[in-house]
């Protein structure tokens, strides 16, 4: 058996929303903050819709990298364009000296058909690694878009009260760059986004979820998995489906595998220590029911919270993958593709940052987060500088969470009326940890 690594980057929309309740607000929430947040919620509103209905996929985000820019520049920011292919850099030089603080939104689509039935709904398509396929923003990268447009312009309005700068980070291909290409941020840090001029000290960020609209969560440390692309090359005998005994079936050991995976996790590893997940999502071999195949080959994903945990899980897999193998003739390859390490709030950034986060939406509207084994790669903007990335609750008035479409679904929606208490949360966030620095 061989193994490989190879170290890419990887790894993760939209209805009309229905009239709800107010969201509550605290009363401490910075009146200039308020009001510029309340003057261009309709702004905010539109652009993402024009996001939702132009989605672009990864490293392909050309008119979303030059509708940001344009944008930004009738702001008065200084912007940098071409950063890892597609990605926009703004700069926000405030009236007062002071640290430099980054915040950061991702602007990539997904390879899905939408099927909410919005009137602003997506009909593009494009070709993805040889297909024709719709391309929806069905994990949220819209809403994050205009939510960091929304708090750019906020910001910007109150220039001479900023103690510092602000540094704006519209970045491409967090969802994966193709295939043989670079991309994400990953490729931004490599070209520079952290340095220069203007290096920020800390960063912020948000991902929209389907939860209660307005609500946001947090957790301190590990709050989203590291992330492992898994592919299993199973190489057999073929041989005509009547006479198994003369080849080598390399679906029945295929099979095995995928069985014996799962016993990794769940009576293999410590479970108290950290949880962890191995997922065959697709898998392939053979074209005819009487015919053995000569390979077959195994797609997923490994997801991991602890470093201990995650070489104990890839040694395990070595080995069971290649016993199985073996004892029936046949040989196996394993190809190993890091994603993306976990993503860490920093403890310290993240106590500090707290009373923020419930001034901007309310002390009620802010709770903490289980573990999720979804992965990000403002991970590695994390492990550069301090972080503290949230998630802000999106879901339909009147849907239970639980029934709420997930992100990466065609149906999944994002509930306008949440949009605003993401452009306080960022806005927040960033002046107060700049003020807090004088």
């Not at 703004?90 to 919005?118: N, Q, S, Y």
């Not at 609209?213 to 998995?225: H, N």
């Not at 084994?373 to 849907?399: C, H, N, R, T």
Request: net charge neutral; glycine share 10%.
């Amino acid at each position: 058996m061989k193994i490989k690594l190879i170290n890419i980057v990887t790894v993760l929309g939209v209805w009309l929303t229905l009239p709800g309740p107010a969201l509550a607000q605290s009363a401490s929430l910075d009146p200039t903050i308020k009001a510029g947040s309340d003057r261009i919620e309709q702004d905010v509103i539109q652009w993402r819709h024009y996001f939702h209905q132009n989605p672009e996929l990864s490293n392909r985000e050309f008119n979303t990298s030059k509708r940001v820019a344009t944008q930004l520049q009738e702001m008065g920011l200084d912007v940098q364009t071409g950063i890892a292919h597609t990605g926009v850099v703004g700069i926000l030089k405030g009236g007062k000296p002071g640290p430099v603080v980054a915040l950061r939104a991702d602007m990539d689509a997904l390879p899905v058909e939408e099927k909410t039935g919005l009137t602003f709904a997506s009909t593009v398509r494009a070709n993805y690694l040889g297909q024709d396929v719709g391309v929806m923003h069905a994990c949220g990268h819209d809403a994050h878009i205009a939510i960091l447009l929304g708090t750019a312009k906020v910001l910007s309005d109150m220039k001479a009260q900023i103690p510092g700068t602000i540094k704006f980070i519209f970045q491409p291909a967090e969802e994966g760059a193709p295939p043989g290409e670079k991309g994400g941020a990953k490729l931004m840090i490599e070209e520079g986004v952290l340095g220069g001029t203007y290096k920020p000290a800390a960063i912020f960020g948000l991902h929209v979820w389907p939860d209660e609209a307005g609500v946001i969560k947090y957790r301190a440390k590990g709050a989203m998995a590291a992330a492992d692309n898994l592919k299993i090359i199973v190489h057999g005998k073929q041989a005509h489906g009547s006479s198994p005994w003369v080849g080598v079936d390399p679906i029945i050991v295929s099979a095995q595998i995928m069985t014996a995976l799962q016993l990794i996790p769940s009576r293999q590893l410590n479970i108290t220590t950290a949880p962890s997940v191995i997922t065959i999502g697709s898998i392939h071999g053979g074209v005819r029911g009487n015919i053995i195949p000569a390979e077959v080959i195994m797609n997923g994903t490994i997801r991991t919270f602890d470093v201990g945990v995650r070489e104990e899980l890839l040694h395990r897999l070595q080995r069971t993958v290649t016993a199985i193998a073996e004892s029936a003739g046949a040989s196996a390859e394993i190809i190993i593709d890091p994603y993306a390490p976990v993503t860490y709030n920093d403890p310290t950034l993240t106590a500090k940052m707290l009373p923020s986060l419930e001034k901007a939406v309310g002390k009620e509207n802010v709770t903490g987060s289980t573990l999720i084994m979804g992965a990000e790669d403002f991970s590695f903007f994390q492990e550069k500088i301090p972080g503290l990335y949230v998630f802000l609750g999106v879901k339909q008035d009147g849907v239970a969470a639980e029934e709420a479409a997930s992100n990466h679904s065609p149906y999944f929606y994002v509930n306008d009326r949440a949009l605003k208490n993401g452009v306080r949360t960022l806005s927040t966030l960033a002046f107060d940890y700049l003020a807090a620095s004088q």
